[in-house]
C-alpha cells in the first residue's frame, strides 16, 4: 500500500483547506485510514479515522466540529476537511493506512504511511 498525502500549503487563521490522501496498491486491505499531524518540537499525535467498511469516524476533541474525515473507495481518496483553522493546527499532516484498525488512535497500530504534507497557519 502506498499513500500520497498533498494539499497542504499556508493560510491564515480562519482559512479551510482540505487534504487528500491517495491510496495506491493492495487498497481493499486499509481497514482504517488516519490521518495524524507532528508539529515542530513535539509528539506526532491523531487527528481522525474512518473505516472503510462502515464509514464510522472518529476525531480528536482538539479537531472535533471543524475537521472531518471523509473517503472516497471509487477513487481510493481519503479526506481532511480542515476549517477554521488556528496556528495550534501548525503541523506536518500525515495520512495511515491500517490492516486491522485494532486502535485507530494509535500510531502503531497502522501499517503504512504517506510522506506527509505541511500545514502552516499564521495568525
Known amino acids: 500500500v502506498q499513500l500520497q498525502a498533498s494539499g497542504g500549503g499556508l493560510v491564515q487563521a480562519g482559512a479551510s483547506l482540505r487534504l487528500p490522501c491517495a491510496i495506491s496498491g493492495r487498497t481493499f486491505s486499509s481497514h482504517v485510514m488516519g490521518w495524524f499531524r507532528q508539529a515542530p518540537g513535539k509528539e506526532r499525535e491523531f487527528v481522525a479515522a474512518i473505516r472503510r467498511s462502515d464509514g464510522s469516524t472518529n476525531y480528536a476533541d482538539s479537531v472535533k466540529v471543524r475537521f472531518t474525515i471523509s473517503r472516497d473507495n471509487a477513487k481510493n481518496t481519503v479526506y481532511l476537511q480542515m476549517n477554521s483553522l488556528k496556528p495550534e493546527d501548525t503541523a506536518v499532516y500525515y495520512c495511515?493506512?491500517?490492516?486491522?484498525?485494532?486502535?485507530?488512535?494509535?500510531?502503531?497500530?497502522?501499517?503504512?504511511w504517506g510522506q506527509g504534507t505541511l500545514v502552516t497557519v499564521s495568525s
Open positions: 495511515a493506512a491500517s490492516v486491522l484498525g485494532l486502535n485507530p488512535y494509535t500510531g502503531g497500530d497502522y501499517n503504512y
